[in-house]
């Protein structure tokens, strides 16, 4: 029915009131599917739509809407019916949104909530962000070891309402220190077994969080065992929560966008593109522009340093900007192939000899095939066959030089602890440009004489 239903028709529900028909719309398709045909709805006709689901479904289809939309309409409805709302929202999602509220309608809505949910609400925010703390969800399956498997499955009944998933359910003892985790297929498996235990099917050897632990590194633990979430624990293990997968893409998407944007020597941007203001996004712009553009000026002295060399040889400007970019583009292709083969994991510091050796390998073959193309162009240009030699001998150089800086460099500053990304494509670019000029002069003088 809903496949076919245009803007008009639920404006038109809404206009008169169609309870019946809104609240069919609400629950017949998926979540996802209710959000995307009222994209293009206002927000407070959005708000009056959701107002006919049930709470827990109203949460579902407003966790679909971007999240600046989710700000607007928990900033300018009700505060009784946010806290609603905001209740039945999972809890790492609603400690998030409501850090982008202002403090006073946070005042607002918190009274409204119950406590238990004010308390979650509190200690989430008091992690610091980036970490497995602020990142993670209280909503967790816990359950004693000496439950059956049959009162396991009548306890996680009676528990399923509460929490965000059930992947996994975690064994604890009655500190909640974490004692080993039980996958929901075992526990189904295990009804052939009904006086089986959850101690003797659990399994013990568990990849854990600290709650302290830096995003990155979770998510990594989660990509390289595969895991659909990862229990988070304190110094003492007890478990505080859990980091669903979900939350693990977030994160990767969030470290590939800061990794790509530092990439293009652009500061990392804490906020939506269209969202950010201009002064801020001019700032995080201008910062590496200026370095890169006193890098340039260095390329510049050096030109001016070979002066005479250029005057005497004028036929070998024409071919500056081939060097430089020869140089500047190799290097680029090296560091970025090595920056996202390091911050996939495909790369350690252990394996920088296997990357020099490679670049030098591919280097020699790529100045190779571009030396040849030079100089059959510098032939022609040149005052004897002889002097044309420069371009091709500095070509290979200048490509051999740019591939192995592209390598080494984000190696070097994982190394010594700061992000592989700041040695980003143009400030390795800047870097290639003086030694090429540099190599090519000093390749012309030894030939030229």
Not at 148 to 168: P, W
Request: aromatic share 8%; proline share 4%; with cysteine.
């Amino acid at each position: 029915m809903f496949n076919t239903l245009f803007l008009p028709e639920l404006r038109e529900m809404l206009a008169g009131e169609n309870r019946a028909e809104l609240e069919e719309f609400c629950v017949t398709l998926n979540a996802g599917r209710t959000a995307e045909f009222m994209e293009g709805l206002e927000d407070m006709e959005i708000w009056q739509v959701l107002q006919f689901a049930e709470p827990e479904r109203r949460a579902e289809i407003f966790g679909y809407f971007p999240e600046d939309r989710q700000v607007a309409m928990l900033g300018l409805q009700k505060a009784a019916e946010v806290a609603e709302l905001v209740e039945e929202i999972p809890a790492d999602d609603r400690v998030d949104l409501l850090q982008e509220l202002s403090d006073h309608r946070v005042d607002e809505i918190l009274p409204l909530l119950p406590v238990e949910d004010r308390r979650d609400i509190q200690r989430l925010q008091s992690y610091a962000e980036g970490t497995a703390g602020a990142l993670m969800t209280t909503e967790v399956a816990m359950l004693a070891e000496n439950l059956t498997a049959r009162e396991a499955l009548e306890e996680l009944g009676r528990q399923a309402s509460e929490l965000e998933t059930i992947y996994y359910l975690y064994v604890v003892d009655e500190n909640k220190l974490l004692r080993g985790i039980v996958s929901t297929r075992q526990l189904i498996s295990s009804l052939a077994r009904p006086s089986r235990t959850l101690g003797e099917m659990m399994e013990s050897d568990l990849v854990v969080a600290h709650v302290a632990d830096d995003q990155e590194s979770v998510a990594e633990n989660v990509e390289k065992f595969n895991l659909l979430a990862i229990p988070v624990v304190d110094s003492g293990r007890q478990l505080l929560g859990i980091i669903t997968h979900d939350d693990v893409i977030d994160v990767v998407r969030e470290e590939l966008a800061e990794d790509a944007q530092r990439i293009a020597a652009v500061a990392p941007l804490e906020e939506e593109f269209l969202r950010i203001g201009l002064l801020t996004l001019s700032w995080k712009r201008g910062i590496w522009l200026t370095i890169l553009f006193f890098a340039a000026l260095l390329t510049a002295f050096a030109l001016r340093h070979y002066e005479l060399e250029l005057e005497r040889y004028a036929w070998l400007v024409w071919f500056i900007p081939l060097i430089i970019s020869a140089g500047g583009n190799s290097g680029s292709q090296s560091a970025t192939l090595v920056i996202t083969a390091m911050t996939s994991g495909q790369v350690k510091f252990r394996d920088w000899p296997t990357v020099m050796k490679r670049e030098v390998v591919v280097s020699l073959m790529l100045g190779g095939f571009l030396a040849t193309i030079g100089l059959a162009v510098a032939v022609t240009i040149a005052p004897t066959p002889f002097a044309a030699l420069v371009i091709p001998l500095t070509l290979i150089s200048v490509i051999v030089c740019g591939c192995l800086c592209g390598g080494a460099l984000p190696i070097v500053f994982k190394r010594i602890g700061l992000d592989p990304a700041m040695m980003s494509n143009p400030f390795v670019a800047g870097i290639i440009d003086i030694l090429g000029i540099v190599i090519y002069i000093n390749i012309a003088r030894a030939i030229l004489g």
